[in-house]
C-alpha cells in the first residue's frame, strides 16, 4: 500500500475530497517526524511503535579490502509490532 493508496481510502471511507485526505495524511506524518526528531516515542495502539534508537561508534572492516573502518554513532529508527496487527497477521 502506498501514499496514494491511504488518500484514496481515507477519501472513500469519510467522503473526504482528495485534497482533505492528502492534507490530513500528511499532517500525521510529518507530526509522526517531528516527535521521533525530538526523540519521543510514536505509539499507535494495536499497530506498533515507533522509536529513535542510539548505535555507538564502533570499528568495523571492510570485506573487500580487510582495512579498519570507524563506524561512527548514529540514530537509527526502530519499530515493534503492536501484539493486535501481529495476531492478524498470523492468523
Do not use: C, Q, W
Amino acid at each position: 500500500m502506498t501514499r496514494a493508496d491511504l488518500i484514496d481510502e481515507l477519501s472513500k471511507a469519510f467522503s473526504f475530497t482528495e485534497r482533505e485526505s492528502e492534507y490530513i495524511i500528511t499532517t500525521i506524518f510529518e507530526t509522526m517526524t517531528e516527535a521521533l526528531v525530538r526523540g519521543e516515542k510514536v505509539e499507535l495502539g494495536g499497530f506498533g511503535s515507533l522509536r529513535i534508537r542510539h548505535r555507538k561508534p564502533r570499528a568495523a572492516r571492510n570485506p573487500k579490502t580487510g582495512a579498519a573502518v570507524d563506524v561512527p554513532p548514529k540514530r537509527v529508527l526502530k519499530f515493534k509490532v503492536g501484539r493486535e496487527l501481529r495476531r492478524s497477521v498470523n492468523t
